[in-house]
């Protein structure tokens, strides 16, 4: 019993590092710092919300680049297929605008949560959005834009039956690394909490995944139907370490990322308990 359930324990643990090799082996996420870099963003981002799902108009978004004006101040990714050398997917972070707050976050213009329209409250969030990823990299036709699966197909050396054997190698939710890259920008810019758009039918990915996440309120037509949601990085990352231990590892980097959200967090307790004393009492005291 005991070493059948060892034997489990190296099995599971075996197929972890191989997810994580194989995922960083498969893709590198760079990030869009480049007029030439955001420029595939813009196109990638043309293909799949203008072309293949008709979220945005064409008409308005010339040389076939989908851009609007949160792209100015916004931190790009793409994310690119190591072996084709083609882009893959992309996201973008927006981050809040310190003299214009009530006007940081594509999210306000569409959702009236107190928390988005609370002087203040904006400054301390960032949005994710623009997550998506190429047709070219999906698991079947019918997935969604969010987070697919990727298969790729491998070579195994040796024959059956004098025929190549091949297998059929799964990539699943491809896009972590996309918000590995977008939680580190706001980690760097001392934002604990994320809002974003999550697809209707991708929420029970996200839950898989072990992203915890809170509701901002009802469903809303945009981009198809889609929810606003908000979450705090450090509780994502706590909650996908006993969920899934395996995307953990990916979007965590090996718990790097972990260790920054934790710093973040201690010294957010440490300024907020500061914040609640009066210095001069403190500094009588200490004299």
Same mark, same amino acid.
């Given at each position: 019993?005991?070493?059948?359930?060892?034997?489990?324990?190296?099995?599971?643990?075996? @197929?972890?590092?191989?997810? !994580?090799?194989?995922?960083?082996?498969?893709?590198?996420?760079?990030?869009?710092?480049?007029?030439?870099?955001?420029?595939?963003?813009? /196109?990638?981002?043309?293909?799949? !919300?203008?072309?293949?799902?008709?979220?945005?108009?064409?008409? *308005?978004?010339?040389?076939?680049?989908?851009?609007?004006? !949160?792209?100015?101040?916004?931190?790009?990714?793409?994310?690119?297929?190591?072996?084709?050398?083609?882009?893959?997917?992309?996201?973008?972070?927006?981050?809040?605008?310190?003299?214009?707050?009530?006007?940081?976050?594509?999210?306000?213009?569409?959702?009236?949560?107190?928390?988005?329209?609370?002087?203040?409250?904006? =400054?301390?969030?960032?949005? %994710?959005?623009?997550?998506?990823?190429?047709?070219?990299?999906?698991?079947?036709? @019918?997935? &969604?834009?969010?987070?697919? =699966?990727?298969?790729?197909?491998?070579? %195994?050396?040796?024959?059956?039956?004098?025929?190549?054997?091949?297998?059929?190698?799964?990539?699943?939710?491809?896009?972590?690394?996309?918000?590995? =890259?977008?939680?580190?920008?706001?980690?760097?810019?001392? %934002?604990?909490?994320?809002?974003?758009?999550?697809?209707?039918?991708?929420? *029970?990915?996200?839950?898989?995944?072990?992203?915890?996440?809170?509701?901002? &309120?009802? /469903? %809303?037509?945009?981009? &198809?139907?889609?929810?606003?949601?908000?979450?705090?990085?450090?509780?994502?990352?706590?909650?996908?370490?006993?969920?899934?231990?395996?995307?953990?590892?990916?979007?965590?980097?090996? &718990? *790097?990322?972990? /260790?920054?959200?934790?710093?973040?967090?201690?010294?957010?307790?440490?300024?907020?308990?500061?914040?609640?004393?009066?210095?001069?009492?403190?500094?009588?005291?200490?004299?």
């Amino acid at each position: 019993m005991a070493s059948d359930l060892l034997k489990n324990m190296l099995t599971e643990a075996f @197929n972890r590092e191989a997810f !994580y090799s194989n995922y960083n082996r498969t893709f590198s996420i760079v990030e869009a710092n480049t007029d030439e870099l955001r420029e595939e963003c813009y /196109k990638l981002r043309y293909e799949v !919300y203008c072309i293949e799902n008709d979220f945005e108009d064409p008409t *308005r978004n010339p040389n076939q680049m989908e851009r609007d004006t !949160y792209d100015i101040d916004a931190v790009h990714f793409l994310m690119v297929h190591n072996e084709s050398g083609k882009p893959a997917g992309t996201v973008r972070v927006v981050l809040p605008k310190e003299e214009m707050e009530m006007d940081s976050f594509p999210m306000q213009e569409l959702c009236d949560h107190p928390i988005l329209h609370t002087p203040g409250r904006p =400054a301390k969030l960032c949005q %994710i959005s623009r997550l998506c990823m190429s047709k070219h990299f999906r698991r079947r036709d @019918n997935d &969604g834009s969010v987070l697919p =699966a990727y298969y790729e197909q491998e070579n %195994i050396k040796g024959t059956q039956n004098g025929n190549m054997v091949y297998i059929r190698r799964r990539i699943p939710y491809a896009p972590l690394g996309l918000l590995r =890259a977008a939680f580190e920008v706001a980690i760097k810019n001392r %934002i604990a909490d994320c809002v974003m758009f999550i697809e209707s039918d991708q929420l *029970r990915n996200f839950e898989k995944m072990g992203i915890a996440y809170k509701v901002l &309120g009802p /469903k %809303i037509a945009y981009h &198809g139907e889609q929810q606003p949601v908000i979450f705090n990085i450090k509780n994502v990352l706590d909650t996908m370490l006993i969920d899934n231990l395996a995307c953990w590892e990916i979007i965590s980097d090996m &718990g *790097r990322l972990h /260790k920054l959200a934790n710093g973040l967090h201690q010294n957010s307790w440490q300024d907020g308990v500061m914040d609640n004393l009066r210095w001069d009492d403190v500094h009588k005291k200490l004299s």
